[in-house]
């Protein structure tokens, strides 16, 4: 395989592009804008990293992998929280969340001596488990408010009933969950049968001997599969007593946006 892609073959991935912005033009999803502007961020942020990553990985490993890891929470708890929109400390709750599953797994990693504390191995394996943490409390969070807009009317009776929030809401975190983890469990049911693990794969054709690759594949992987877990039971059941005044009742926010 070359390693070597020219800019010109390049210009072709706008192919990749157009294809979804064709789809979203022509049942009229309305996330034209959407595409195009992660297209561009997309490409400017890999090309910025990929120079800044030179520079962090030259940096003492007390230096480049704190503020690394820092910029990552940061901007991912920035992210997840627009899933979480309107809901009070959710911002907090997202990055009090990373950093703990962050330094939990970091932690584990070293102790059981499965990484060396260095740059090019910490921030690559850390910015994995961040982003993909991340993503499982965007979509928590997200289905979350959707259950509890579809199922209002059997909140309110289960409520005027005298049920608990925790009690009138268990069904939807319940729910909440599961959507949250199905997605993860699949993925690593079929790593290495459907999908080709990066890692691994990246490991190997960069000379590393295959079972060297596979260990670190496996090491990611779990890891992942367990912040993943983490990140979606933290973020539901920290956030859904919010749907939730202090008499019990249901927010008047959540019930005008049903209406």
Known sequence: MSPEISNQSLLFLIVFVLVPLSLSYYYQLGQNKDIIWSSIRGTIQLFLIGYALNYLFDLPPYIGIPFMISVMIIVASFHAKKKGEGLPNVLWTILFGLVII??????????????????????????????????????????????????????????????????????????TLMASLIPNADKLKTVGLVQLPGMMTGLILGGVSPVMAIKYQLVISLSIFSAVSLSAIYITLGMYRYFFNKKMQLKQFFQHESS
Do not use: C, Y
């Open 102 to 175: 962050e330094v939990s797994v970091l932690s584990l990693w070293l102790v059981a001596d499965m990484i060396e504390f260095t740059p090019s191995e910490v921030i690559p394996m850390s910015g994995m488990v961040i982003g993909n943490s991340m993503v499982a409390m965007g979509l928590a969070l997200e289905r979350m408010k959707s259950e509890f807009k579809e199922n209002e009317g059997r909140l309110l009776a289960a409520l005027s009933l005298g049920a608990e929030p925790k009690q009138a809401s268990h069904i939807i975190v319940q729910r």
